[in-house]
């Protein structure tokens, strides 16, 4: 294919396309355009351009969605060296990445590996967005839900109430992710209660 084939427009098309196939539960019809999409930008645009960073991110999401978490595993992993090599391993973007692939450890059921990565993320963005930054809030809410997983409720459950009572100062009392972490908070509850 010659260079002046290269429409990235098309490809940016492809990937919404790709987005809409994934909302609407045909991920693997998602998973080969997004194949197709990476490769493409790979080729023209190199490993290290933003838009072959969002199209790999992409293509991970959709694998996690249908459990490929080996290959999600090795997407993110690249991603988290571009960023470093570009961004630092501060940057939100570097902890975004991160964060991705402590994620699909957690959606693998690999809760013990998810765990320090997520007490590492949160240090850093505590550090670098503060401690109300809305990733940070996400990242103590993800390792509430890790510490839950591995049967630590009484800890979980002290997290989730912490968390609740910063969304509602950050966000508001009837925010969706306050009220998810209200449902979060009853779930650990309840496990506590069981053991």
Known sequence: MAEHQFNPEA??????Q???????????????LLRGVLATRLEFQGERHFQTINARSGL???????????????LYSENIRIHREKLGPEHPQTLRSLSRLANTYFAAGRYEDARPMFVDILARRVEVLGRDHPDTLRSRSSLANTLSALG??????A??????????RVLGSDHPR????????ETARQAARTG
Do not use: N
């Open 18 to 32: 790709a987005r809409e196939l994934h909302s609407a539960k045909r991920i693997a019809e998602a998973v080969k």
């Open 152 to 157: 630590e409720h009484s800890q979980a459950v």
């Open 11 to 16: 490809q940016s098309r492809l990937e919404i």
């Open 60 to 74: 991970a999401r959709s694998l996690r969605a249908i459990h490929q978490h080996d290959e999600c595993f090795s």
């Open 178 to 185: 306050t009220q998810l972490s209200r449902a979060r908070l």
């Open 159 to 168: 997290l989730h109430q912490e968390i609740i009572e910063d969304r509602v």
